[in-house]
């Protein structure tokens, strides 16, 4: 994104952070006329705001559930774990391909 898209997203949503950075708002108005508003500074999963081991796994399981079952899952996540020491991040592709 360019300096002047940059400049020009600044002036229409001063509330909220520059592209490249997520925040999320909601203000909902009940019929009684109450208004409710949450702000999420930061996307759950993001460096400020790090999800848990059980909730990056359930997210994992979630998205990968309708491609692989549960033993493929958990092979391509004890592969994932230890990439960093492998040689081959190859094998990656191979155990996230459905059978």
Sequence with gaps: MGRAAVSNWRRRYPDFP???RFKGALTMTLADGRVFTEVEEYN???AENPMTA???QAK???NAGSVLDAAARARLAAAVSVLEASD???MLAVLATRT
């Design 54 to 56: 059980e909730e990056l």
């Design 18 to 20: 520059p592209p490249g």
């Design 88 to 90: 081959d991040a190859g």
């Design 44 to 46: 759950r999963g993001s």
């Design 60 to 62: 994992f399981d979630d």
